[in-house]
């Protein structure tokens, strides 16, 4: 467990192993079943995570029950509704387990302590910001700029392995398309 932890966030910051420590011994692991949910939309937000097994994605929802998937979070990513946990408003979305996984939790007491006491912690959280910002002004980008299918081509080089592992109608709805133009897509590029 802790490799994975470690590797993950000396990728984004170099710590030594007590101050990566200092996060674990805070943090606890809990499983969720698929269909489960790490934050419901309305909820504020009071923990952190690190994804150690399994699978999440954010997922808002309209009002007549219509899925928008805004992101997949596959083992080793960090997962929360951060500005909804730092304004201590309701989250927009849920982040919802795919299939059964783990995270280690932070409550988010304990990761503002770990923030005061260590400017490392601050770096860590800058990465992290830093590549969540990254990825949605990218994904904006796509959706104003190319087609569906080419947002699927990214889709499956970004997330390889991701596929058979995610509902055709959760791809869709990351897409921005229906399951039957999804659908359409995948046998025209079959062909």
Same mark, same amino acid.
Do not use: C
């Given at each position: 467990?802790?490799?994975?932890?470690?590797?993950?966030? +000396?990728?984004?910051?170099?710590?030594?192993?007590?101050?990566?420590?200092?996060?674990?011994?805070?943090?606890?692991?809990?499983?969720?079943?698929?269909?489960?949910?790490?934050?419901?939309?309305?909820?504020?937000?009071?923990?952190?995570?690190? &994804?150690?097994?399994?699978?999440?994605?954010? &997922?808002?929802?309209?009002?007549?029950?219509?899925?928008f998937t805004k992101v997949f979070m596959p083992e080793r990513s960090f997962i929360s509704s951060y500005s909804a946990m730092i304004s201590k408003t309701p989250s927009y979305f849920f982040i919802e387990a795919i299939e059964n996984s783990e995270v280690l939790e932070i409550p988010f007491y304990s990761w503002q302590s770990?923030?005061?006491?260590?400017?490392?912690?601050?770096?860590?959280?800058?990465?992290?910001?830093?590549?969540?910002?990254?990825?949605?002004?990218?994904?904006?980008?796509?959706?104003?700029?190319?087609?569906?299918?080419? +947002?699927?081509?990214?889709?499956?080089?970004?997330?390889?392995?991701?596929?058979?592992? &995610?509902?055709?109608?959760?791809?869709?709805?990351?897409?921005?398309?229906?399951?039957?133009?999804?659908? +359409?897509?995948?046998?025209?590029?079959?062909?």
């Amino acid at each position: 467990m802790e490799t994975e932890i470690t590797r993950s966030i +000396r990728q984004l910051v170099d710590l030594t192993e007590s101050e990566i420590s200092e996060f674990t011994e805070v943090a606890k692991i809990k499983a969720y079943e698929a269909n489960s949910n790490f934050i419901k939309a309305g909820q504020i937000p009071k923990k952190l995570g690190f &994804v150690l097994s399994g699978l999440f994605r954010y &997922v808002y929802l309209s009002e007549d029950g219509k899925e928008f998937t805004k992101v997949f979070m596959p083992e080793r990513s960090f997962i929360s509704s951060y500005s909804a946990m730092i304004s201590k408003t309701p989250s927009y979305f849920f982040i919802e387990a795919i299939e059964n996984s783990e995270v280690l939790e932070i409550p988010f007491y304990s990761w503002q302590s770990l923030l005061k006491t260590n400017p490392k912690w601050n770096g860590l959280l800058i990465k992290l910001l830093e590549k969540g910002y990254t990825t949605k002004e990218k994904r904006e980008r796509e959706f104003l700029l190319l087609d569906a299918e080419n +947002r699927y081509r990214i889709f499956l080089d970004e997330y390889k392995d991701l596929e058979g592992r &995610v509902k055709q109608h959760m791809i869709a709805s990351y897409l921005g398309i229906t399951p039957i133009a999804l659908s +359409r897509i995948r046998k025209k590029m079959s062909e």
